[in-house]
Structure formats: structure tokens, C-alpha cells
């Protein structure tokens, strides 16, 4: 049976129909061969997520992304994947924006949760976005960079306030501190030279000095070794017993015991020792004050002078 040209050309022509469309879908991220489902998921943001970008699930390729649309009223980006797999996805996955390198586009990873019904078609999954190395070091350098225009301008300043300072006047002096200091380290240098002269003319002398402070710390330690080996406790011993003796000695004058106690203690004693000397005090005053009544002596046989008592007499005023 030979079939006519007019038929030929019709099944070229439903071929060619049918290719187109099946090539359109596949460009467009849809394949009519295969059986997958449509799964999606809402962002904020998908800058870097382009349609037939991979979706992969712990780093396999399970699907692409088909279509991304943006809600008019809410400013949402819906996400529509294309899945071609059998492993069991639930409603409760989370599906994660990232970027798999610093310099390639977006993709998506579903995260897979094992509670909850599993998704169908038309399902919508738990959204999230992770940042890309770039954009995690962009989020980095902001504050960096405001620092950094912070530190220039405080730079900026501060060299300002410098020149003003630095007028002619002051750089001339700065240049003479600086000539002045560079002869202080010449003339350092030299007694540096003097110093290092002195010591190597006076080695042997600076030696000897060693030799004998080393003799003396070995002599000292001769002699500290003697005292360590003296026996100090009898001499200890005794000194014990001579403050005991001293400390009961001492307790005992004040118990007014023994004749120190009784001269410390006896108020009566005091008393008539305070009498006494007031009396004896008196006498030596009278007989200064009237010795004829004392001592009296006469070569010519002369009557006695009536006694007169002098103006200040240290008698009447006691």
C-alpha cells in the first residue's frame, strides 16, 4: 500500500507541530515525556535564581526550576520546580535558596522532613534563603568600609592639626632638637668608647675584685656553716631562765614585796619621805635666810643684832 503525497505531508506537518511543542516545553523547563510533579515555594528575594536553574536534594539533581512569577499585591516571588524523582517529599520540607559557588548562579536544595502528609502537585513547601560567599563577605565589608571612611576622616583631621601646628617656627626648632639629639647619641658614643677603654686597661683589676668578693662569700659560708653547727640551746636555755627570773623579780616589786616593792608600793614611806624633805627644805631656808640664830660669833663682844626678817621670805609665803 503506498501512501499519497497529500498524507506524506500531513504526518510531516503533525510531526513537526508536535517537535515544535515538545521543544517549546523543553525550553520552556517543561518536559512532556517524562512524569514529574510541580511543587513551589514563595521568597522575598531570588536575585541569582534564573528558570531551568538545578533542585537538588543532599546535593543530588532532583528537578529544575520551570517558572518564577511575582504576586502585583504582596511583591512575593513564587518559585515553581519541576520534580523528577520518587523520593518522598512531605509539605513540611524546607526549600533553601543558595549558592553553590562565588561565581555561578543560584539553585535550590530541599531540605526533606519525614513528618507531615507527603507533597502532591500543586503543593507549596517552607521557603528560606542562605547567602552566598560574596554576599556573606558584601554583608562583611559595610561596616568595614564605614570604619575605614570613619579612620580616614579622623586621619585627615589629625593632619590638618599638624600642619597647623607645624609652622615654619616649630619645624626649625624640631630641626635643631633633632641636631641636638643626633650630638647626644655622638657624644653617648664616645663615653660608650671611654667607658669600654677603662674597663679593658682595669680587667685584671675588676678580676682580682671578683676573686676576693668570691673568697669572702666562701669564707661567710664557712662561717655560717661554724654557727650552725654552734649548739645555741643551752645559751637559749638559759637566757629563758634569766627573763623568768627577771619576769618574777619584776612581779614581785609590784606586789610590794622586798625593799623596792615596799619603796614602790608603801604610801606611808612616801608620806614621811615627802615630809622630811619638805621640813629639811624649810631648815636650809632659815638658815640661810638667819644664820645668827645658828652660828654666832663675835670678836669684839658685841650684843647680838635683833633679828629682822628679810622682805621676801620664803617662810611666811609656805
Known amino acids: 500500500m503506498k501512501l499519497s503525497k497529500e498524507i506524506k505531508t500531513a504526518v510531516l506537518v503533525l510531526a513537526s507541530i508536535a517537535l515544535f511543542i515538545w521543544g517549546y516545553s523543553f525550553l520552556k523547563g517543561k518536559d512532556l515525556l517524562n512524569n514529574y510533579k510541580i511543587l513551589y515555594a514563595q521568597y522575598d528575594n531570588v536575585e541569582g535564581l534564573n528558570v531551568s536553574s538545578p533542585v537538588t536534594i543532599s546535593g543530588m539533581n532532583v528537578g529544575k526550576v520551570s517558572k518564577i512569577s511575582i504576586d502585583n499585591k504582596t511583591g512575593k516571588v513564587t518559585v515553581e520546580m519541576q520534580i523528577k524523582s520518587d523520593f518522598p517529599i512531605n509539605k ?21 522532613s519525614f513528618s507531615g502528609s507527603l507533597a502532591v502537585t500543586g503543593d507549596t513547601l517552607i521557603s ?29 583631621v589629625l593632619v590638618e592639626n599638624v600642619n597647623q601646628v607645624m609652622d615654619a617656627k616649630t619645624k626649625e626648632n624640631l630641626k635643631s632638637s633633632l641636631a641636638n639629639l643626633n650630638e647626644t647619641i655622638l657624644q653617648f658614643k664616645a663615653a660608650s668608647t671611654q667607658v669600654n677603654s677603662l674597663l679593658s686597661d682595669n680587667k685584671s683589676k675588676i678580676n682580682g675584685t671578683m676573686k676576693n668578693m668570691e673568697n669572702a662569700t666562701a669564707n661567710f659560708s664557712k662561717v655560717s656553716d661554724s654557727l650552725a653547727k654552734v649548739n645555741i640551746g643551752p645559751t637559749v636555755k638559759n637566757l629563758q631562765k634569766t627573763l623568768e627570773n627577771v619576769d618574777k623579780m619584776m612581779a614581785d616589786m609590784q606586789a610590794g614585796k622586798g625593799t623596792m616593792g615596799k619603796l614602790i608600793k608603801d604610801e606611808a614611806l612616801y608620806n614621811n619621805f615627802n615630809k622630811t624633805s619638805k621640813e629639811l627644805e624649810l631648815l636650809l631656808q632659815d638658815l640661810r635666810l638667819n644664820p ?27
Not at 92 to 112: L, N
Not at 132 to 139: C, I, R
Open 128 to 156: 528560606s534563603s542562605k547567602l552566598g560567599l560574596t554576599d556573606e563577605l558584601a554583608k562583611q565589608i559595610v561596616p568595614l568600609k564605614d570604619k575605614i571612611t570613619k579612620l580616614l576622616d579622623n586621619a585627615n
Open 92 to 112: 513540611t520540607s524546607k526549600a533553601e535558596i543558595y549558592a553553590p559557588s562565588p561565581i555561578g548562579g543560584k539553585q535550590i536544595a530541599i531540605f526533606p
Open 292 to 318: 645668827t640664830r645658828y652660828v654666832n660669833v663675835s670678836l669684839f663682844g658685841k650684843k647680838n643684832k635683833p633679828y629682822t626678817a628679810p622682805v621676801n621670805d620664803t617662810l611666811k609665803k609656805k
